[in-house]
């Protein structure tokens, strides 16, 4: 499985493919249990965090959500260079898809669509107040990940560190020595960044649920994920020292929660619509019809759907050639259940309906 990894459908097949960026955790795992979008074969791809493939101890976390965005655009086109686009993604992943999108329009290449599965506006979330308080939001978070239904593996999975098999440089994305072939683009405010070869990730099945929210930007100063950065992040949290006392991908899970909630934590408003600006793109945005306190396993106060008031979720639907909201009838952490699959399926189908290239 790479960064960009074919969920469903064929790569050789002429319609539009769809993108489903990955939530909290930076796996795009949980898509690979959708049902069929499409009756032609329409190819749907998961684009995970680089963190969760082998060579993710030299992944450099981006100073923000655009530097992430722009990563993700890089490893997009070895795929599909040329447009037209279909996004989308569940809680963090909607808002990375937002911005990929914006930064494509920037570009003058055509976006249909952006599918957003219980995705605030990141620009409408209010702050964290403290350091303290970012810590407990992301071992919350990852808490609620084992509590509401813990993680499924094979018993032969090796830790990302040993790949099962070696790695396979003419798949999706290039290795490092060759990412001169990569497309390079100088996204407007971006800053720059190196892009990081992709590999093959482990093939456990977290089913994590995940939250959407964003600490004060002023929390959030670090932008790697190296040693040190984990040991601030895993004392914060309470995580066990030593790599021999969890395995890679709960570490790994547990520093991207805590990374990514600091990428969410620097979107200030202006960042992702300018004032005046508008998306010539539609939005589709599927929201939990469960109201918060209805939620089984320990409503955290955290959940973007208690921060966000309104049915959009703080999405203002003047700023796009469409806008729908399609109700959910699960809450945000079982989207992906596998009671919920079929009507999770059912929706992504709904949005795709009048796709018919």
């Not at 447009?83 to 963090?92: A, R, T």
């Not at 898809?97 to 914006?102: E, G, K, L, P």
């Not at 808490?143 to 040993?162: C, L, M, N, Y």
């Amino acid at each position: 499985m790479e960064v960009v990894t074919l969920m469903q459908g064929s790569p050789d097949s002429p319609l539009t493919p769809v993108f489903l960026v990955h939530a909290i955790s930076g796996a795009a795992l949980p898509y690979f249990q959708l049902q069929s979008l499409s009756d032609d074969d329409r190819p749907v791809y998961g684009i995970s965090s680089p963190i969760h493939c082998a060579n993710g101890d030299d992944f450099e976390f981006p100073p923000s959500l655009r530097d992430l965005a722009a990563i993700y655009l890089q490893h997009m086109f070895t795929v599909h260079p040329q447009g037209p686009y279909i996004l989308g993604g569940w809680s963090m992943g909607g808002m990375v898809a937002m911005v990929m999108a914006q930064m494509l329009q920037e570009d003058g290449r055509q976006v249909e669509k952006v599918i957003m599965i219980d995705s605030a506006n990141p620009e409408a979330l209010p702050s964290i107040e403290s350091p303290e308080k970012l810590a407990e939001m992301a071992k919350s978070t990852f808490e609620r990940t084992v509590a509401i239904r813990g993680f499924q593996f094979d018993d032969d999975v090796k830790p990302i560190s040993e790949p099962s098999s070696p790695l396979h440089h003419d798949v999706i994305i290039t290795a490092c020595d060759t990412t001169e072939t990569l497309p390079h683009f100088s996204w407007p405010n971006s800053v720059p960044w190196s892009s990081t070869p992709s590999s093959r990730c482990t093939s456990i099945h977290p089913d994590h649920p995940s939250s959407s929210a964003s600490p004060d930007p002023s929390l959030a100063s670090d932008t790697t994920s190296n040693a040190s950065d984990f040991d601030t992040c895993s004392s914060s949290l309470g995580y066990p020292e030593g790599p021999d006392q969890e395995p890679d991908f709960l570490a790994n899970i547990k520093l991207h929660i805590y990374r990514g909630l600091g990428l969410m934590a620097r979107v200030q408003p202006g960042d992702l619509f300018p004032p005046g600006s508008s998306s010539d793109f539609d939005a589709i945005l599927i929201s939990c019809a469960v109201p918060p306190s209805e939620f089984a396993v320990d409503p955290s106060p955290y959940l973007h759907s208690r921060l966000v008031s309104g049915d959009a979720l703080g999405w203002n639907a003047a700023r796009f050639k469409s806008f729908t909201r399609l109700g959910f009838s699960g809450h945000h952490d079982a989207a992906f259940e596998m009671e919920n699959i079929a009507e999770m399926t059912a929706l992504l189908r709904m949005c795709l309906t009048d796709m018919n290239y």
